[in-house]
């Protein structure tokens, strides 16, 4: 979300119904009124909007057919309420708009945090001492989402009873199905699979839902983490989804982005997964984790399901960011990793 690019014609906003939208629901909102595109944001697409005074983020939904359920700008606004009286780390919400009159789709502004984006989780330039800090506080920040009191933060009703994986498993298979575009092998064994070894559950937190090192802004000049973003698939479920999704970076091979597959130890200050699960389990009170393999084929066929829509709306011509299409091109490779990890699982 670091860089801002021109903004295309089929992603165009009309500033003067945003503009009247914003005046009647921002406090604080003075026009004249400029923005631009961020170039990340595959999902949902997000722009810089500044004022003389201010600036904000508004995040909509794609223009165009989107899948049921997917693209929730509003349940992404609804957690940032909640969270942000907190204190939790995320960005003032400033108003969600689900009339799609407005802009074309529905929407919401947020503050626009000005601090660090780090894309690459090896860190290239810090001290082993500056990797250190930066890898605890995100795991801290984990922990303190994960410790938060949901019912206290009005999110009480921000999930659905049950189990979590159980019902994670059928909707990706579902948003799958739907978007699928050609038949994959691994796919289809991990659809058997899966919902018969589901996990038990014994806790249950706010779920961010993708929490990884390029989903947070950190402090300008320390290790804190003081915004957590792109809130689209959060919700009430096991707390363990979102920790051994942060735990994909340490079994993925450094690609530029939050693999450190071989990059942890003293010399690099990256802490090693057993340190980490050790610094998670004494933030919230576990005695340990269970074996991971199970989770990481299910965070696997997780993304292969999300890549799957992407490549639907390129077919489809509403994908909305320039990398689509790189993405796209790992999506068998995903598949064939999370069956690899099902296998080490006892598949």
Same mark, same amino acid.
């Given at each position: ?6 903004v295309?014609d ?5 500033l003067?119904?945003? %503009? =009247?939208?914003?005046? $009647?629901n921002? +406090?604080?909102?003075? &026009?004249p ?5 961020f170039?990340?944001g ?5 722009y810089?909007l500044?004022?003389?005074?201010r ?7 794609p223009?165009g057919?989107i899948?049921p359920?997917a693209?929730?700008?509003?349940r992404?606004?609804?957690v940032i ?8 780390p995320?960005?003032r919400?400033?108003?969600l ?16 945090v ?6 690459? %989780? =090896?860190?290239?330039? $810090?001290?082993? +001492?500056?990797?250190t &800090?930066h ?5 801290d ?9 949901y019912a206290?933060?009005g999110?009480?009703e ?8 159980e019902r994670?498993?059928g909707?990706?298979?579902k948003?799958?199905?739907a978007?699928e575009t ?5 796919v289809e064994?991990?659809?058997?699979w ?8 014994t806790r249950?937190?706010?779920?961010h ?17 003081i ?6 698939l959060?919700?009430l479920?096991?707390?363990?989804a979102?920790?051994s999704y942060l735990?994909?970076s340490?079994?993925?091979?450094p690609e530029?982005?939050s693999?450190?597959?071989?990059m942890?130890g ?7 997964i ?13 005695d340990?984790?269970p074996?991971?393999?199970w989770?990481f084929?299910?965070n ?14 390129i077919i ?9 299409e790189q993405t796209?091109?790992k ?12 296998v080490?699982?006892?598949a």
């Open positions: 979300m670091v860089g801002t690019i021109e295309g089929k992603d165009r906003l009309d003067d119904t945003l %503009g =009247a939208w914003m005046t $009647a921002v +406090p604080g909102y003075a &026009a009124l400029t923005y631009a595109k170039a990340g595959q999902s949902n697409p997000t810089r500044d004022t003389p005074e600036a904000y983020v508004l995040r909509r939904k223009f057919p899948l359920s693209h929730a700008v509003d992404e606004y609804r309420a909640g969270l942000h009286p907190t204190g939790f995320v960005p919400p400033y108003g708009c689900e009339d799609a009159a407005v802009i074309g789709s529905a929407f919401y502004v947020m503050e626009m000005e601090g660090r984006t780090i894309w690459d %989780g =090896a860190m290239p330039g $810090a001290t082993p +001492p500056e990797r &800090a890898y605890e506080a995100m795991v920040t984990l922990a303190a989402l994960h410790n938060t009191d206290a933060a999110l009480g921000y999930g659905k009873p049950g189990n979590y994986f994670q498993v909707r990706w298979t948003q799958y199905r978007a050609e038949h994959m092998d691994s064994r991990l659809i058997e899966l919902p018969r070894t589901l996990p038990e559950q249950t937190s706010i779920v839902g993708d929490y990884r090192i390029d989903n947070m802004i950190f402090a300008p000049f320390e290790p804190k983490v915004a957590v973003l792109d809130w689209e959060s919700t479920g096991d707390p363990l979102d920790f735990l994909m340490w079994v993925t091979e530029g982005r693999g450190v597959l071989g942890t003293p010399e690099t200050g990256i802490p090693t057993e340190q980490v699960v050790d610094r998670y389990c004494a933030a919230t009170g576990r340990g984790v074996d991971l393999n989770y084929a299910y696997l066929f997780r993304l292969t399901g999300i890549v799957q829509g992407i490549k639907k709306r489809d011509g509403t994908a909305s960011s320039a990398q689509a796209v091109a999506i068998h490779g995903l598949a064939d990793a999370a069956w690899g990890f099902a080490k699982a006892g």
